[in-house]
């Protein structure tokens, strides 16, 4: 069982707080309540039928080179050895099979510099990336199904960078952009489809972060009891976690937790006290058969 303890930055939504429904604050869905849900169990099932490993770790929410979970498999290994891993993501109460992959580029344009003024002498950098906005705006992401779950694309501008001031054409811009891919694509596949989708644009494309995706894995029998015991709610899980990083390792995991995914991240971010009684359910179902 393993969860992540940061959360993305304070949105003024903090402090939390509950009502007759829900408990309301930043990081409530992701994922201060599937740590809840891990730290109860762990203290409550007395006689687990299978053995079992908690790890609450830091750093998952910023680059990945940074992620705590990959300090651990760097440094105790054995840690992470298992027949299946559950990552208290929020999930809804699915079993959210498997993982997009994640990729950051920068898309920098380059001009010549001049006063505003006399425009023509210069050659304006933030325009030259107006096509590149112009592409991802146009953008379809694909849809592949994959052991049943359909996992949707997504290329998106998240990040940009220009100006000098306010009298001074720009000889400098920059674009980040975040692919989130399919995991039956690779990283180099990835990078790959990105510069495609820019290509003949007069930029450059510089990776600057990248995680595989995971595939599934439900087929393996720890998993498929899994499943069982969830009553067979499955769906694909859109975003990246570190299902990919036991994946990597031969280790089929998922994402089960409580929380509506859509509301992670936000401002009015929150989860249903009825998600998380049902979560524990499950899980002390799982863990004692």
Same mark, same amino acid.
């Given at each position: 069982l393993a969860g992540h303890l940061d959360t993305v930055p304070i949105a003024d939504n903090v402090p939390s707080h509950r009502d007759a429904d829900h408990i309301h604050g930043c990081g409530t869905s992701d994922m201060k309540s599937g740590d809840a849900v891990? /730290?109860? /169990?762990a203290a409550t099932v007395a006689e687990?039928?299978?053995d079992v490993t908690l790890i609450l770790y830091d750093c998952e929410e910023i680059e990945a080179a940074a992620n705590g979970l990959g300090r651990i498999e760097r440094e105790l290994p054995d840690? /992470? $050895?298992?027949?299946v891993a559950? $990552?208290?993501?929020p999930s809804g109460g699915y079993i959210e099979a498997g993982c997009q992959g994640t990729l950051r580029v920068v898309v920098s344009a =380059?001009? =010549?510099?001049?006063?505003?003024a006399r425009s023509w002498l210069g050659d304006n950098a933030i325009h030259k990336l107006a096509p590149v906005l112009g592409r991802l705006a146009d953008y379809r992401g694909r849809m592949v199904d994959i052991d049943g779950c359909t996992y949707r694309e997504g290329l998106s501008a998240v990040h940009i960078d220009g100006g000098v001031a306010g009298n001074v054409i720009p000889d400098a811009a920059a674009v980040t952009i975040n692919f989130r891919f399919a995991p039956d694509r690779t990283p180099a596949d990835a990078l790959a489809h990105v510069r495609e989708v820019l290509e003949g644009l007069p930029v450059t494309v510089e990776q600057t972060d990248v995680a595989a995706g995971a595939l599934p894995g439900l087929h393996h029998p720890a998993a498929a009891a899994l499943v069982a015991a969830a009553d067979g709610l499955v769906r694909a899980k859109y975003g990246w976690t570190d299902v990919a990083r036991f994946a990597a390792l031969g280790i089929p995991a998922v994402n089960f937790g409580p929380g509506d995914p859509n509301l992670a991240h936000r401002r009015d971010e929150r989860v249903a006290l009825s998600q998380i009684t049902a979560v524990t359910a499950t899980l002390r179902r799982y863990l004692g058969a």
């Open positions: 891990f /730290l109860h /169990l687990p039928a299978h840690w /992470l $050895l298992g027949d559950i $990552l208290g993501e =380059t001009g =010549t510099r001049a006063h505003s």
